[in-house]
């Protein structure tokens, strides 16, 4: 389903079994199965490329699977843009992500007026 934009996934595999390694899309489609949720993923506009928009993208459990939620995730880094690019050659890239939620809706029945 999503081999066309990160390879093989005999590659991906191996390359998910090593320590320290960073979530690439197989890691997000498979959380789709396994916490039957469409995730939406946001991926900044910064040094964006035209393969990037892969990543700012829904991704859904594959069929027979049905979403039962909807998970929406950041991608973001742990530094600011301009500290994150000297310690990446210039350039800006995650290093993590982060949950994206609404805020919560004020209810005044629940006050007891």
Not at 74 to 96: F, I, Q, V, Y
Request: hydrophobic fraction near 40%; charged fraction near 15%; charge should be negative.
């Amino acid at each position: 389903m999503y081999s066309q934009h990160v390879g093989p996934i005999d590659i991906a595999i191996k390359a998910i079994c090593k320590n320290y390694t960073f979530s690439e899309l197989y890691e997000i489609a498979a959380l789709c199965n396994v916490l039957q949720c469409n995730i939406r993923s946001v991926y900044p506009k910064i040094d964006f490329q035209q393969y990037m928009a892969t990543w700012d993208n829904v991704f859904t459990p594959v069929s027979p699977i049905i979403a039962n939620c909807n998970i929406v995730i950041m991608w973001s880094h742990a530094l600011n843009e301009k500290d994150a690019r000297e310690a990446n050659n210039g350039t800006w890239s995650p290093n993590h992500f982060v949950p994206l939620i609404s805020s919560a809706i004020h209810n005044d029945s629940n006050n007891g007026n």
